[in-house]
């Protein structure tokens, strides 16, 4: 969702002036995480957004993007304030390692007007625009591999919104809202462009809350239907299919014409010197909506598709396994292996074989490569998805169905969105064996610690134990299956080992 820090003054003296200055903390969030600093970045197109600076993550020391949509009317922002609640709550549930995270928000009213904050994660590397610009004039081309890797990185994000009931649309997909780590990862930002014009009054916030359509220089990212029919899964497949054309040739030439024309888009297209490349982008630009494929279909295009790898297959089950297993698993294990070992052994008939050693397999390489998997750069497209996407209907709604969809329910009490990838517990009964204490740890996926202990009774069940937590808060309720099941296999054991040693429960 953000670019990359504006450039400051040349000059030691003047480098460390601009940046003491820019670092000072103007404003402070109520928990006291979040310090908003004076230096302001880039933002690209987000409606509404007054400001965006960067800020500091005081619980993990990260940098994150500080944003605020400014109301010039409070009595309009108090009448819109429970969609406006809503659909920020419903923010903070999407989760996906392709998708620009959103951390937290809050309100701050004031006399005359009204404002919102929220926090967002802050891509340091700038956007895909910024790369490919580079790119091109280091007078480099664009490597395949990496070309197909980021098609299947953006469009394994839209696959996730498509596939939420009902979808939900990104409509502002360009080059400047797509973001590049310097590890390869590709996250894209704005998600929240078609909520916050569906949502938000035009008249009531200061600053521009329409799409960006008047900007010349991305007009040819949006499909001929933008704007004069309802928003449809098939006009974030022509914008992926520019930016697939664009990161293929690096920039579409707009023969010096403000708009870049059909014209120019079908003579890049025709560039492409591979045909299944040529046909991929093709199909995603097709004038009918309905002739484009969807983002699952793209997945399974012959120029992206490809058998995983047994490698790739264990380290995501190890990755969705990884709160049984200690912290330091992988390097344990590879200490135990003798280094001359035989892995795994190919025979010829005719000539010699190939031999796989255990001493071929580096643990540096190999904890990069889980780490990799684990951050989403290597996404598993073959499979149906086991989980489905918690993202609640209202996330979707058009300005005018958020008002039909209102009801009297009271606003539901604060859940925690963040997943347990890790769990530890240890079980210890007293000597009448009445009652067994149990202490519990959990490790959060933002790596923060959760220790907890109770008493429980030989009737309470673990899955009542599971639900408990997440009725007070402390874990997800995706992740409430998994805890019951692993407190059930832990407490079965501690059962056997009491029975074992004489104790009954």
Not at 159 to 180: A, K, Q, R, V, W
Not at 182 to 206: D, M, T
Not at 397 to 423: C, D, F, G, Y
Not at 449 to 477: G, M, W
Request: aromatic fraction near 8%; proline fraction near 5%.
């Amino acid at each position: 969702m953000t670019m990359s820090v504006p450039e400051r003054n040349s000059g030691s003296e003047g480098k460390e002036e601009e940046s003491e200055d820019e670092s000072e903390i103007l404003e402070e969030s109520p928990c006291g995480r979040w310090q908003k600093r004076k230096e302001q970045i880039s933002q690209g197109n987000v409606p509404g957004v007054e400001s965006a600076s960067l800020a500091m993550d005081t619980e993990e020391g990260v940098e994150v993007v500080w944003n605020e949509v400014l109301f010039n009317d409070r009595k309009v922002f108090k009448a819109q304030e429970e969609k406006i609640k809503e659909m920020f709550e419903n923010l903070m549930q999407v989760e996906h390692p392709n998708i620009v995270k959103f951390h937290k928000y809050w309100l701050d009213m004031k006399e005359s007007r009204a404002r919102v904050i929220f926090i967002t994660e802050y891509m340091s590397s700038g956007s895909l625009k910024q790369f490919l610009k580079k790119t091109k004039k280091n007078h480099k081309t664009m490597n395949v591999k990496a070309w197909k890797r980021w098609c299947t990185q953006i469009l394994s994000a839209l696959s996730y919104l498509h596939s939420c009931e009902p979808p939900i649309i990104h409509g502002n997909l360009t080059c400047d809202t797509i973001f590049i780590q310097h590890n390869g990862l590709i996250k894209i930002g704005s998600v929240w462009h078609r909520l916050f014009v569906n949502v938000f009054p035009e008249a009531s916030v200061h600053g521009k809350v329409r799409p960006n359509r008047d900007e010349q220089r991305n007009l040819h990212f949006f499909s001929p239907e933008y704007g004069l029919a309802e928003d449809d899964y098939a006009i974030d497949i022509f914008s992926f299919g520019i930016c697939a054309l664009e990161m293929a040739v690096l920039e579409i030439q707009a023969n010096g014409d403000a708009v870049v024309s059909k014209e120019a888009i079908t003579n890049a297209g025709q560039s492409l010197e591979d045909p299944l490349m040529r046909e991929f982008t093709q199909s995603c630009v097709r004038h009918e909506a309905k002739q484009r494929p969807t983002a699952h279909d793209l997945l399974f295009h012959r120029v992206l598709f490809e058998v995983h790898s047994l490698k790739l297959l264990a380290a995501h089950c190890l990755i969705s396994n990884q709160y049984l297993l200690p912290e330091n698993c992988v390097e344990e294990k590879t200490k135990s292996f003798d280094p001359n070992g035989l892995m795994a052994e190919i025979k010829h008939g005719n000539r010699p074989g190939v031999q796989l050693k255990y001493s071929h397999v580096s643990p540096l390489e190999l904890d990069k490569f889980l780490e990799d998997v684990k951050n989403g750069i290597y996404p598993l497209m073959n499979f149906a998805s086991s989980r489905p996407h918690p993202v609640p209907r209202a996330l979707s709604l058009s300005h005018e169905q958020v008002e039909t969809a209102k009801s009297p329910t009271p606003e539901p009490q604060e859940t925690e969105s963040r997943k347990v990838i890790q769990m530890h517990c240890n079980l210890e009964s007293n000597e009448e064996g009445t009652k067994t204490h149990l202490s519990l740890f959990l490790k959060m996926d933002d790596k923060l610690h959760r220790q907890l202990s109770c008493d429980i009774l030989p009737t309470d069940s673990s899955k009542d134990l599971a639900n408990e937590l997440v009725h007070y808060a402390f874990i997800s309720e995706e992740d409430c299956g998994k805890l019951a099941g692993f407190l059930e296999d832990a407490l079965t054991r501690h059962k056997g080992k009491a029975l074992a040693s004489g104790i009954t429960q």
